[in-house]
């Protein structure tokens, strides 16, 4: 299924080699179904550091995360992101 162009543009703020943790960051919690707890422990982070790192998402992209037609953009956006510009992306083999 084609991804809208408006969706894979949502991540072009974060392609800056300094963003490149917030978008492994908003990639993983995508992965994780939104789950603070699963997504902090898969990266080896206090949830603290989890929802700052969310924030800067949210900052750098213009979008609300709490915002279901947000989410689901941001979402979507990272699939093909991740398949063609080499970023994070995770499988069910990787859980």
Request: net charge positive; aromatic share 8%.
């Amino acid at each position: 299924m084609p991804v809208p162009r408006e969706a894979s543009a949502e991540l072009e703020p974060l392609e800056d080699p300094r963003h490149r943790i917030l978008y492994e960051t908003l990639a993983r919690y995508v992965y994780e179904g939104k789950s603070v707890a699963r997504t902090a422990k898969a990266l080896s982070i206090h949830a603290n550091t989890l929802y700052q790192r969310l924030q800067r998402v949210e900052a750098q992209t213009g979008r609300r995360i709490a915002d279901a037609a947000d989410f689901t953009l941001l979402s979507l956006a990272c699939q093909p992101h991740a398949d063609y510009s080499g970023g994070a992306s995770y499988s069910n083999a990787n859980r």
